[in-house]
């Protein structure tokens, strides 16, 4: 049963959602798209989470942290793992790409549905100074979600947030 | 009934084999390579985790994933033979990758379709990280066939070596076909079309000749393996042996 207290539903998600990624400070669980929706049952705020990739391993920190806001919201808290459909980098609201790209980090080329050929290669825009003479150094950066690439016309190394 | 054990087979694949690339972190040919392969390595213990705990909770028992992961002997795991290999060679741990992301690739976008709920959300992330895998490793196929005499000469030599564990992938056992006839996982043997493809296309970058099958080794759903498996559960179990039941 599903019982939306005065505000209750509302305040919890607002809780939720300004919970910050733990390896990308710059956006939130929410502007990621992985906090998918919070229900107040019974005055249990229960919150549905879902991994980036399957390894990730900030998945348990981020669980935890969420867990943390709701209770610090005054909830009982309880998370939820949720596996299906899986996350794709689409589910990046624009709010969260701008933060990416202000941040240094070039978000994902949308979108996840066009790249699918074996070897098909994308143009990445520099975060800085917009050029998209890139060029890609590494298939793996600092994270699992990211890659590492160069700036051809402003010398500039950025990582750039994989499209999946 | 037996589909938890046929979920338990996948799950063993991708820990083994997860384990092994690990193996070579801090010791790549080169940071971005060291980089690269525990990231590939976490997609496919994440995958191996969720897979245990389902497999877990089908059985019925307790057993978590961890209780499946380190307190199983090496007769007890059904990891087929080829992800097992010892990395030896940068060439032979790369073809390793491709072979099985090959394989993997085309499983899991049948599996989207599976009638098990978990399989099809393990599906839907996993099939594309192995495309991922299948471009990283199939690159390096071809930068180190189509590369210097020594590089091209490695490579041949991992082609001779693992040739002999690809069949096994195709086979599947008791319990995996009972799992395929419920619609939980595919069926193995269709998938040699497009694994065929795709080692076709890239043997051809690469200048490598796929030799012809002669003695395939078996025997990993069986639980009989090569003598490699048991050193490395050695070194991936001993921790959680010698403190039973440690928590930090």
């Given at each position: 049963m599903t019982v939306c207290l005065q505000g209750g539903a509302d305040a919890a998600w607002e809780a939720a959602a300004a919970v910050p990624d733990?390896?990308?400070?710059?956006?939130t669980v929410a502007d990621l798209g992985i906090l998918r929706w919070v229900r107040v049952e019974d005055g249990v705020a229960v919150a549905g989470v879902t991994p980036t990739?399957?390894?990730?391993?900030a998945v348990l920190a981020i669980e935890l942290a969420v867990e943390a806001a709701l209770r610090d919201a005054g909830f009982e808290a309880r998370i939820e793992r949720v596996l299906s459909p899986p996350w794709t980098?689409?589910?990046?609201t624009e709010e969260g790409r701008e933060k990416l790209r202000v941040y240094g980090i070039a978000p994902p080329v949308?979108?996840?549905?066009?790249?699918?050929?074996?070897?098909g290669e994308v143009t990445v825009a520099c975060?800085?100074?917009?050029?998209?003479d890139t060029e890609k150094l590494?298939?793996?950066?600092?994270?699992?979600?990211k890659a590492h690439y160069r700036c051809r016309a402003c010398a500039e190394p950025f990582d750039y947030f994989k499209c999946i | 009934m037996a589909v938890w054990e046929a979920l338990l087979e996948l799950a063993d694949d991708h820990l083994v084999l997860g384990h092994r690339i690990s193996e070579?972190?801090?010791?790549?040919?080169m940071l971005e390579e060291d980089l690269a392969m525990p990231n590939m390595g976490l997609d496919l213990i994440g995958t191996a985790r969720t897979l245990y705990d389902h497999a877990g909770k089908l059985e019925?028992?307790?057993?978590?994933e961890d209780d499946l992961a380190y307190l199983r002997d090496e007769r007890e795991y059904r990891n087929c033979l080829l992800v097992e290999?010892?990395?030896?060679?940068f060439a032979l741990t790369m073809l390793r990758q491709f072979y099985f992301a090959a394989f993997m690739r085309p499983y899991w976008l049948a599996a989207?379709?599976?009638?098990d709920e978990t399989v099809r959300g393990v599906a839907g992330k996993a099939e594309k990280e192995m495309a991922y895998h299948i471009r990283h490793a199939g690159e390096w196929v071809i930068r180190l066939g189509d590369g210097t005499e020594e590089s091209a000469a490695r490579m041949r030599d991992a082609v001779e070596a693992l040739h002999i564990y690809v069949?096994?992938?195709f086979d599947s056992s008791d319990v995996a076909r009972e799992a395929e006839a419920h619609g939980?996982?595919?069926?193995?043997?269709?998938?040699r079309d497009a694994w065929d493809r795709t080692v076709a296309e890239v043997f051809a970058e690469a200048f490598l000749d796929q030799p012809k099958a002669a003695y395939p080794q078996r025997g990993g759903r069986e639980?009989?393996?090569?003598?490699a498996l048991g050193h490395l559960l050695a070194e991936m179990q001993v921790v959680h042996r010698a403190h039973p039941g440690a928590r930090w």
């Amino acid at each position: 049963m599903t019982v939306c207290l005065q505000g209750g539903a509302d305040a919890a998600w607002e809780a939720a959602a300004a919970v910050p990624d733990p390896e990308v400070p710059c956006v939130t669980v929410a502007d990621l798209g992985i906090l998918r929706w919070v229900r107040v049952e019974d005055g249990v705020a229960v919150a549905g989470v879902t991994p980036t990739y399957s390894g990730c391993p900030a998945v348990l920190a981020i669980e935890l942290a969420v867990e943390a806001a709701l209770r610090d919201a005054g909830f009982e808290a309880r998370i939820e793992r949720v596996l299906s459909p899986p996350w794709t980098t689409d589910w990046i609201t624009e709010e969260g790409r701008e933060k990416l790209r202000v941040y240094g980090i070039a978000p994902p080329v949308k979108s996840s549905g066009s790249i699918r050929s074996l070897f098909g290669e994308v143009t990445v825009a520099c975060p800085k100074c917009g050029s998209s003479d890139t060029e890609k150094l590494s298939e793996f950066g600092s994270t699992a979600c990211k890659a590492h690439y160069r700036c051809r016309a402003c010398a500039e190394p950025f990582d750039y947030f994989k499209c999946i | 009934m037996a589909v938890w054990e046929a979920l338990l087979e996948l799950a063993d694949d991708h820990l083994v084999l997860g384990h092994r690339i690990s193996e070579w972190c801090g010791h790549a040919p080169m940071l971005e390579e060291d980089l690269a392969m525990p990231n590939m390595g976490l997609d496919l213990i994440g995958t191996a985790r969720t897979l245990y705990d389902h497999a877990g909770k089908l059985e019925g028992k307790g057993r978590s994933e961890d209780d499946l992961a380190y307190l199983r002997d090496e007769r007890e795991y059904r990891n087929c033979l080829l992800v097992e290999r010892p990395n030896e060679d940068f060439a032979l741990t790369m073809l390793r990758q491709f072979y099985f992301a090959a394989f993997m690739r085309p499983y899991w976008l049948a599996a989207l379709k599976s009638t098990d709920e978990t399989v099809r959300g393990v599906a839907g992330k996993a099939e594309k990280e192995m495309a991922y895998h299948i471009r990283h490793a199939g690159e390096w196929v071809i930068r180190l066939g189509d590369g210097t005499e020594e590089s091209a000469a490695r490579m041949r030599d991992a082609v001779e070596a693992l040739h002999i564990y690809v069949d096994e992938l195709f086979d599947s056992s008791d319990v995996a076909r009972e799992a395929e006839a419920h619609g939980i996982l595919p069926v193995r043997a269709d998938l040699r079309d497009a694994w065929d493809r795709t080692v076709a296309e890239v043997f051809a970058e690469a200048f490598l000749d796929q030799p012809k099958a002669a003695y395939p080794q078996r025997g990993g759903r069986e639980g009989i393996h090569n003598e490699a498996l048991g050193h490395l559960l050695a070194e991936m179990q001993v921790v959680h042996r010698a403190h039973p039941g440690a928590r930090w």
